[in-house]
Structure formats: structure tokens, C-alpha cells
């Protein structure tokens, strides 16, 4: 079974600082890992993912998250807050299961970003 | 860019009705999902579906939902007799293989009175 835990369900920065959401997650398997984020009423937004290959992967927004096998972890960052960052973002974790992969999602964590 | 279209945006229904909640998945896929966000959780998976049947699905997805590929292009989500603790925001997604990323709609909020 995998499952994805996301410490902080709510994480405040000011604009300009560091952003630093926190992902681990279980897999018996290598895993597909994702994160997505969703602005208020909208759907599910793909930020980044890594499959296989360089464990630092980059995304949309200047988002960028690395997969650490050792720790578990697929931590995303950025290294400097905007107003339009203020969203929840969700970790998910994806493996074989039964033939197919099928995305299993943290709690999701709250960006609130302070002028 | 292709994405995916769900409709309505929000239905509201009373308790103990049908309601079928619809999706137009991206056009070349061949793997469709259903999941559903209760205000302030998380994102939960209820079912998958390839090659016209269910391929996985969660304690969830019970016998009061059920999912349909009517024609080429719609995948549906019908919940028969709604009861409130239903009441979520539903999403449909859809990946063109098992390990890529899965596309997700804007999602159709359902409240139940």
C-alpha cells in the first residue's frame, strides 16, 4: 500500500521568502510522485512530477521539488513567495497496483503568503 | 490545450435523488479516474476505469455509485440515491498511460439537502 503524508496543513510565508512544503510518503516500489496545486474553485493543477532520472525536478511558477529515496521525501520548494503562490498544494504518490498506477493524494497543505 | 470538461459546476440535489455527474476526458486518453474532495480533506480516490471497466476502486466507491463510458467521449459518475455525507467536490481525471500524470477537471460541487 503508499501513502503520502504532508506535515503542516497550513504553511504562512511573506512574500519574497523561502517556500518549503513538506512531503513523505510509503512505497514498497519505486514510486511516481506529483505535486499538484489547486487555487480557490478551481481543479487540480500539475506543478511537477519525477517518474525516473535526475531527482531534482523543476516545474511551473519556478516551483522545484527533490525525490530523496533515503528519507522518503519529495519536499517542493521555491525560493522566493509571490501573492499569486497563495493556493493548497497536494503530494501524490503513485505505484503499481493491480496493473494499473493510481494516484494516491496527502491532505494537502495551505500556502498563505503575507504581503 | 486539451482538458478536462466536467459538467455541471455545481449541482445541488435533495437527499435520496440520482444524480450523474459527467466528464469529457482528453480525447486520446484511455484511463479515467473519479475522486472526491470533502470541504477542507483530502483528495480521495474512488475509481478507476479502462477498456470499458472498472479497474480499481476504493471502500468508497460502494454499490450506490457506479461509472459508465456511454459513448466515445463521456465518462460519468452515477450516485443513486444520494445522502448528504456526499455532498464534495467530485474530480475527473484521465492519463494516457498508467505512469504519466493524471488530468484533472475543474470539478463538479455537489451539495445534498
Known amino acids: 500500500a503508499q501513502s503520502v503524508t504532508q506535515l503542516g496543513s497550513h504553511v504562512s510565508v511573506s512574500e519574497g521568502a523561502l517556500v518549503l512544503l513538506r512531503c513523505n510518503y510509503s512505497?514498497?516500489?519505486?514510486?511516481?510522485l506529483f505535486w499538484y496545486v489547486q487555487y480557490p474553485n478551481q481543479g487540480l493543477q500539475l506543478l511537477l512530477k519525477?517518474?525516473?532520472?535526475?531527482?531534482l525536478v523543476k516545474g511551473i511558477n519556478g516551483f522545484e521539488a527533490e525525490f530523496k529515496k533515503s528519507e522518503t521525501s519529495f519536499h517542493l520548494t521555491k525560493p522566493s513567495a509571490h501573492m499569486s503562490d497563495a493556493a493548497e498544494y497536494f503530494c501524490a504518490v503513485s505505484t503499481p497496483s493491480g496493473g494499473s498506477y493510481i494516484p494516491t493524494f496527502g491532505r494537502g497543505t495551505s500556502l498563505i503568503v503575507h504581503p | 490545450e486539451p482538458e478536462v470538461t466536467q459538467t455541471p459546476s455545481h449541482q445541488v440535489t435533495q437527499m435520496g435523488q440520482e444524480v450523474i455527474l459527467r466528464c469529457v476526458p482528453i480525447?486520446?486518453?484511455?484511463?479515467f479516474y473519479w475522486y472526491r474532495q470533502i470541504l477542507g480533506q483530502k483528495v480521495e480516490f474512488l475509481v478507476s476505469?479502462?477498456?470499458?471497466?472498472?479497474?480499481?476502486k476504493s471502500e468508497i466507491f460502494d454499490d450506490q455509485f457506479s461509472v459508465e463510458r456511454p459513448d466515445g467521449s463521456n465518462f460519468t459518475l452515477k450516485i443513486r440515491s444520494t445522502k448528504l455525507e456526499d455532498s464534495a467536490m467530485y474530480f475527473c481525471?484521465?492519463?494516457?498511460?498508467?505512469?504519466?500524470?493524471?488530468?484533472f477537471g475543474q470539478g463538479t460541487r455537489l451539495t445534498v439537502v
Open positions: 476505469f479502462y477498456n470499458n471497466e472498472i479497474s480499481e
Open positions: 481525471a484521465s492519463s494516457d498511460q498508467v505512469n504519466t500524470e493524471a488530468f
Open positions: 512505497s514498497s516500489v519505486p514510486p511516481y
Open positions: 480525447s486520446n486518453h484511455l484511463y
Open positions: 519525477y517518474t525516473t532520472g535526475a531527482t
